[in-house]
């Protein structure tokens, strides 16, 4: 069987295997939310998605019932005929929906805890869900990439694990473990679909390495449907369009004199792109190829995820040790 055809089988049997909980068309990507120092809340946009069949339902049925941690929210979402939610009331004057969050007093009645809350979105006989993770003004995010970095490829990274195949990056789960105990925030973005959320958060949550799993974190994906996303990614070969707004949107949402990324690690130059823009420094770029090795500072020497953890406490100091020099130089 040629390579396209084992491909081809590979998602065949992977959308079989899934089809009884994946909603093709539909999806949520992860939501941020941040106490400010004076306690109020900012977060991301809240994009949320569901199946074509949602186009043809009545008026009376579109409304959107919001849900976190199993309490019913004090808000609901509206949906339109392209099955994409939005606020009441939030449209610009071109009559485009906008997708602004809630206000800080209406994100405090969901009474967030902190780190990782669950969303639920109901229309209908459809549901899909997200994450909300709540962080402090002062958190420090590490950044990695989902396809080519924790996978080992781009392409087969995303069908692989559909059919019960390992095809993650040797070492990674302990790695990002590591950083995430030394008090950072993880964050994983991937230029796939929003679509695609539920499977990515699947895959990358139920990975395991020698007993470690990922650490938590928000998974987030691009807003746009599946083809669009494509065209972006594999025809214009620009994901870096996405990644650098989305990251944008999130730096957005801590005090405008600090920067919260701290590190970044993906496997192409469109990733080193969109860190550099975001002013992580060039030495907290690290750059792996599907052999497994990274690359720092585009230094001829390589490295590995498992060489990484052997100096995580170098190169990503615990927190603590890190407050206590700001204060010492402050």
């Known amino acids: 069987m040629s390579t396209m055809g084992r491909i081809g089988s590979y998602i ?14 539909g999806g949520a990507v992860d939501i941020i939310v941040v106490r400010q120092p004076d306690g109020s809340l900012k977060s991301t946009p809240w994009y949320v998605r569901f199946g074509r069949i949602q186009g043809f339902l009545k008026a009376r049925e579109n409304a959107v019932n919001v849900s976190v941690n199993g309490v019913e929210a004090g808000f609901r979402m509206n949906l339109d005929n392209r099955g994409q939610a939005y606020f009441l009331g939030e449209r610009d004057m071109e009559n485009v929906y906008s997708l602004t969050t809630r206000t800080s007093e209406q994100l405090a009645t969901l009474n967030l805890k902190e780190g990782k809350n669950v969303v639920v979105f109901t229309c ?41 195949r390992d095809w993650s990056q040797t ?47 928000p998974v987030v ?3 746009d449907g599946l083809f669009l996303s494509l065209y972006r990614e594999v025809v214009k070969r ?12 999130i730096k ?38 599907s052999k497994g090795q ?10 590995s995820y498992s060489c990484l953890h052997g100096c995580v406490n170098d190169l990503f100091p615990p927190m603590s040790s890190v407050s206590s020099i700001r204060r010492l130089t402050m």
């Open 12 to 25: 065949g049997r992977g959308v079989r295997s899934v089809s009884g909980t994946l909603n093709p068309f």
């Open 124 to 164: 209908s006989k459809q549901q899909v869900d997200a994450r909300i993770y709540l962080w402090r003004w002062d958190a420090n995010i590490v950044i990695s990439d989902v396809d080519g970095t924790i996978t080992r490829s781009d392409v087969l990274g995303q069908f692989m694990p559909l059919v019960g």
């Open 171 to 217: 070492g990674v789960a302990h790695l990002l473990s590591a950083i995430k105990e030394n008090g950072y925030q993880l964050l994983f973005l991937s230029a796939r679909s929003i679509s695609q959320a539920y499977l990515t958060r699947q895959f990358l949550f139920n990975l395991m390495q020698d007993g470690k799993g990922l650490p938590e974190g």
């Open 221 to 223: 994906t691009s807003p």
């Open 238 to 249: 620009a994901p870096q369009e996405f990644k650098i707004a989305c990251l944008q949107e």
């Open 252 to 289: 957005a949402l801590f005090p405008y004199d600090r920067n919260p990324f701290y590190a970044g690690f993906g496997n192409r130059d469109t990733d080193e792109i969109c860190y550099l823009k975001v002013e992580i420094p060039e030495g907290k770029i690290f750059t792996i190829n």
């Open 294 to 303: 990274i690359v720092l500072k585009r230094n001829t020497d390589t490295m």
